[in-house]
């Protein structure tokens, strides 16, 4: 075979060890292997010549592999090359973007050399194929008559426009009950006077029906019905048996008299029944193919128009099933995946609920320590130590929920005029204990002048204090960290910079992907869940920011650069974040009910509210916190939400519809914080909401508050 018979194949991939690899696998199939190292190159290649398969690489910097598919696709004479996806990704969302895009295959890496080759093997005689065909078509189409040629595009015409609304259709949503509903419509009357679409269950069984059916009067009508019932007999059988086969069934001539629905009066669908049914005259049940198994079928049916299906109308009917049934796979995993995320959401917040819960007592033990105070070094290292693990997996807790209200959109900023400064100050504070633990040297480095930005002063505090824990876990003890603002080029920049163990080359671009850690075989002691880059990637975002990872690789340290804009004007005072508990002054001793079903919980807080010169009753579910109610008469409940029974909010409903006087302060104190969970606090009554483990300056400064002020404000 000369040069000049050889079919092309593309292969592109930024690393060139990868593309010789590739290349060597094709070599055997005798073909011209044209390589591409980039998205742009490729581009270049497919504008220069016809390729029978193009091999693409989803991760490319720059110009990604779906970017580059797009750009072919949008070319009329690339629109339909066939492109396989090569990624180490195994995530169906990759696998369904790269079919969205017109893909017709995802290899995963490292690749299989037969397996490849045989793959691409069938495009290259499929193409060598198609052009044999495409060149004898042009010898018959030169020898035909000008008329045969004539209807001949006229009907590639028609069936290239209804192939591209079809695809315009079932592309323009991913929800299922539009896709459903877009292909019943397009399919009637374009391809019969009747249509149905039966989605089966997960054992393959009817489970769903929709029809459509043209009406003289009133246009094309659409029913649901469950399962087939109510379907002529004959038509339920042939689409329960194609269900089962998978293969296609054309019926050219019905029995006279065959309606779609059963001509029974028992039938709840029989008044719907419309008399021109009873001259169906051709059926064709097509199965929903997708990823080896029946999603449904598509029956088409005509009747009064009298058209009889010819060989290119069950050619067209066959590639519109194929295509529905990709779409309705999209909509389907969409659909998982959007219930998948939502369970998610509900096992975080259950799980922050149930960590937290013996979180509290812990705390308030340490705190109690504390307060009893010790001399021995070794008990007070120990309470250190407890109390540094608490504040770790309190940490963790909070960054598992702050990633599901960023996923979900449910983070607002409190925005307002920051000082930088101010930010730096409240980070430090907070990654302090770690840094110090590991014996870490931190340098800090200011402005004179202020500098100010609009954000959110505790959403900035926390991507800074991100950054100096991720510093002081990759650095080993000793280490140095160096943390510096400054404004450059009309921005605030933030660097955090350290001599740990650096970042690969090849880890820089995924550095702020959920869950990416530098080295997993570090001591898991500190290593977190490899998602606070994440978080700082995306607060800095919402900030109207960026951040950069730099590193000179292995054991060459990193800096993480933060870009923010430089706010203009005057600086404004930011408002006191909660004037209740800002307030201040010696407590007196106050009243306070307690009721917790975790009984330590409860104990361990009375301790401690007690030694504060506290009276502190407890009760552990709500009915007996009524009770004790009405005899203690509280100033303050500290009240639990998801209490056995009658839960937290219903406790302070019916506290709310007492007449007592004055009114006691109503506290949530509970394992839920999420937004949901605050907005029912307050409807329920309560005055503030506090997410366990509770900081005990918090509530000392709450309990300060009532004996400053006899006459209290419910915010």
């Not at 050399?113 to 010898?139: H, N, S």
């Not at 519109?320 to 309705?328: S, V, Y």
Request: proline share 5%.
């Amino acid at each position: 075979m000369g040069d000049a018979d050889k079919i092309n194949i593309l292969i592109v991939d930024d690393l060139p060890e990868k593309l010789l690899v590739l290349e060597s696998i094709l070599e055997e199939l005798g073909e011209n292997v044209v390589k591409a190292g980039s998205g742009p190159e490729a581009l270049r290649r497919v504008l220069e010549n016809d390729f029978a398969v193009i091999l693409l690489d989803v991760n490319m910097p720059g110009m990604d592999g779906f970017e580059t598919a797009g750009l072919i696709r949008q070319r009329r004479k690339s629109a339909h090359t066939p492109i396989i996806f090569m990624t180490a990704f195994a995530d169906e969302l990759h696998t369904v973007q790269g079919y969205a895009l017109g893909a017709v295959d995802c290899i995963f890496t490292p690749v299989v050399p037969e397996i490849l080759r045989t793959k691409v093997g069938v495009f290259v005689d499929l193409y060598r194929m198609t052009q044999q065909v495409r060149q004898q078509a042009d010898e018959r189409v030169a020898l035909a008559r000008e008329q045969a040629a004539r209807a001949s595009a006229e009907e590639a015409t028609r069936r290239s426009t209804f192939l591209a609304e079809a695809s315009k259709v079932l592309s323009s949503s991913l929800d299922y009950e539009t896709t459903l509903r877009g292909l019943l419509r397009l399919s009637v009357p374009q391809l019969g006077d009747f249509s149905a679409i039966t989605l089966a269950d997960e054992h393959g069984r009817p489970r769903q029906t929709e029809l459509a059916w043209t009406d003289a009067s009133r246009g094309t009508r659409v029913l649901s019905v469950s399962a087939v019932e109510g379907l002529d007999d004959r038509l339920a059988e042939a689409i329960r048996r194609v269900l089962e086969s998978g293969r296609l069934e054309f019926t050219p001539e019905l029995t006279p008299g065959t309606p779609p629905l059963a001509d029974r009066e028992d039938n709840p669908h029989f008044a719907l029944r419309d008399p021109q049914w009873g001259n169906l005259r051709t059926l064709v049940v097509l199965p929903l193919l997708a990823r080896g198994r029946a999603l449904g079928v598509l029956t088409l049916a005509t009747g009064p128009s009298g058209r009889y299906y010819s060989p290119s109308d069950l050619a067209l009917a066959e590639d519109l099933a194929g295509r529905a049934a990709i779409a309705l796979d999209n909509a389907r995993l969409y659909r998982n995946v959007q219930e998948a995320d939502r369970h998610k959401n509900e096992f975080l917040s259950m799980l922050a609920h149930e960590l937290r819960n013996p979180l509290a007592p812990i705390s308030n033990a340490v705190h109690i320590l504390r307060l009893r105070g010790s001399n021995e070094p070794d008990i007070r290292s120990i309470q250190e130590m407890v109390d540094r693990q608490v504040q770790q997996l309190v940490r963790l807790v909070d960054d598992l929920l702050d990633l599901s209200r960023i996923t979900r959109g449910k983070i607002r900023l409190q925005s307002e005029s920051v000082d930088i400064a101010g930010v730096v100050t409240r980070a430090v504070e907070t990654s302090r204990p770690l840094i110090d633990a590991r014996n870490h040297e931190l340098m800090v480095l200011l402005p004179s002048q202020p500098l100010r930005v609009r954000g959110d002063a505790v959403r900035l505090a926390q991507v800074v204090s991100n950054l100096l824990n991720n510093a002081a876990k990759y650095t080993e003890e000793g280490g140095h960290i160096r943390l510096s603002a400054a404004s450059e080029n009309g921005e605030a920049v933030l660097r955090v910079q350290d001599n740990g163990v650096g970042i690969p080359p090849n880890m820089l671009s995924s550095i702020f992907e959920l869950f990416t850690q530098v080295d997993r075989s570090l001591d898991r002691a500190q290593g977190g869940l490899g998602i606070g880059l994440t978080l700082v990637h995306t607060l800095v975002e919402m900030h109207g920011g960026r951040v950069e990872a730099f590193s000179g690789g292995t054991n060459q340290g990193s800096e993480f650069i933060v870009h923010l804009p430089i706010l203009l004007g005057e600086p404004t005072a930011a408002p006191p974040l909660d004037g209740v508990l800002a307030a201040g002054g010696d407590p007196r001793r106050t009243r306070v009910l307690i009721v917790d079903d975790n009984t330590d919980g409860a104990r361990s807080l009375s301790m401690l509210l007690e030694m504060g010169g506290h009276e502190v009753r407890t009760c552990y579910d709500g009915p007996s916190g009524l009770a004790e109610a009405e005899l203690f008469c509280p100033e303050v409940v500290l009240l639990d939400i998801g209490l056995p029974g009658m839960d937290g909010f219903e406790v302070a409903r019916r506290l709310r519809a007492r007449e007592a006087s004055p009114r006691p302060l109503l506290v949530a104190l509970t394992g839920y914080g999420q937004a949901d969970d605050v907005r029912r606090s307050r409807e329920a009554g309560f005055d503030h909401h506090l997410v366990k483990p509770a900081d005990p300056a918090a509530l000392t400064a709450l309990l300060a508050a009532i004996a400053k002020s006899p006459e209290r404000c419910i915010v």
